[in-house]
């Protein structure tokens, strides 16, 4: 049992560190350590080249310029500084847009940072709906929005149901009021190209651990005529041009420049394809096993190519993961929100009851994810929920 590998199948949470990643990374620890804002020496200069060459690969995997990436921690300090940082400096200037507009179907990072501006700086904040697919209703986007919005959050694809948005339409919407478009896009390298986001955007969040590339890491574009616009959230030494201060960890900035090189790459092109002949053939045996099995969001092509999210009638979803340890690893919904009580929003917000929704599991596949390991998974699955319903039929009996 000890050696038994577990199956990994939450590739959405996060990512491995692609090997050519981890390998560009490597001489940054403690070869080319020198400080990259170290503007005295050569030592200095050579970090700063290799910072700045990341962010042009970062900038370039979404249609972007070099100028207009600020690197953070994650998708989670990205999102904060885009939808505080706007409307911070906006509240300091007295701006007459008071109303701020976020997908009902947003992270938890979001929504927790619309309740800050509600509670402290007197911002109304909107919940756009979206369908039972989890894709954003541009009827009632168009009822909500008006002169008097600020922001507008729409994520370009969903961690829990892989929603894919139509981003191109939403910001031709946008665009009309003057109002600023957010795009949370840490789950979107996997799933979609992203060359043009950035002409459809003026912020977009990224994540190094949701794309091949190491954690501890996120990018932020801000579009050029923007960035005066953002209040920092950090203080300091005016890294960055002052809107997000800190020594720049290299390595770190290396390894998300690989790996946006690396989701660029026609290699990528091609295993996303073969992810989601792998991720159909996973579902197709998953709902022929007799226990109910039903899928979530959208069962067509705007969905993110590894992701599964099932109920299987009856079965809680925390009893299921429970009893698949330690052969299994998927999650109940987003990782980050996994562990609450409650059960998760983007499913309510698809119209799922309370049951329906303690029922769903996301299994996230990924470009490793071999035949066998889907063959294997079935099988363990089907064990595990008939070894549940005899427990339960026992316990009834
Ligand atoms: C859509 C989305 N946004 C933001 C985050 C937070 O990202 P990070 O872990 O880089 O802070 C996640 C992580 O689950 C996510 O899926």
Redesign the pocket.
Request: charged fraction near 10%.
């Given at each position: 049992m000890d050696n038994m590998k577990t199956l990994y199948f939450d590739f959405?949470?996060t990512t491995p560190v692609a090997e050519e990643v981890l390998r560009k990374m490597r001489p940054y620890f403690a070869e080319s350590f020198a400080n990259p804002h170290a503007s005295d020496h050569v030592l200095g200069w050579k970090s700063a080249a290799a910072v700045e060459s990341a962010a042009q690969q970062v900038a370039s995997l979404i249609g972007a310029d070099a100028d207009e990436i600020i690197f953070t921690s994650?998708?989670?300090?990205s999102?904060n500084l885009a939808i505080l940082g706007l409307a911070i400096r906006a509240a300091m200037a007295h701006t007459p847009r008071k109303r701020i507009l976020l997908s009902a179907i947003e992270?938890k990072?979001i929504l927790s940072v619309g309740r800050v501006l509600e509670e402290q700086y007197g911002y109304a904040v909107d919940s756009i709906p979206v369908d039972r697919n989890g894709h954003v209703i541009s009827r009632e986007l168009e009822r909500l929005l008006g002169d008097d919005v600020l922001l507008v959050s729409i994520?370009a694809v969903?961690?829990e149901i892989g929603s894919i948005q139509d981003v191109g339409a939403l910001s031709e919407i946008i665009g009309k009021t003057g109002a600023v478009f957010h795009c949370?896009a840490?789950?979107t390298p996997i799933a979609v190209g992203m060359e043009d986001l950035a002409i459809h955007t003026d912020m977009i969040?990224l994540?190094?651990?949701?794309m091949y590339g190491p954690k501890g890491i996120?990018a932020l574009y801000i579009r050029r005529g923007l960035q005066d616009d953002i209040e920092p959230l950090i203080y300091g030494g005016g890294q960055q041009n002052g809107l997000r201060s800190g020594t720049l960890p290299t390595p770190l900035c290396v390894g998300m420049g690989a790996a946006a090189e690396y989701i660029r790459s026609p290699e990528v092109s091609k295993r996303r394809k073969e992810l989601q002949t792998r991720k159909d053939r996973f579902l197709d045996m998953l709902l022929a096993l007799p226990w109910g099995g039903r899928l979530y969001g959208n069962d067509g092509q705007n969905r993110h190519p590894g992701n599964i999210s099932i109920g299987f009638q009856g079965f809680n979803a925390q009893d299921v993961l429970g009893a698949l340890q330690p052969r299994l690893a998927a999650s109940t919904g987003?990782?980050?929100t996994s562990g609450l009580p409650e059960p998760s929003h983007v499913l309510k917000a698809i119209g799922l009851t309370t049951e329906e929704a303690e029922s769903v599991i996301r299994f996230s596949l990924g470009f490793e994810t071999s035949d066998q390991e889907v063959d294997e998974s079935v099988k363990l699955i089907d064990n595990t929920l008939k070894k549940l319903y005899t427990n339960s039929s026992n316990g009834k009996g």
């Open positions: 959405q949470a994650g998708a989670t300090e999102n992270h990072c994520m969903n961690n949370d840490a789950q969040s994540s190094g651990h949701k996120g987003s990782a980050c």
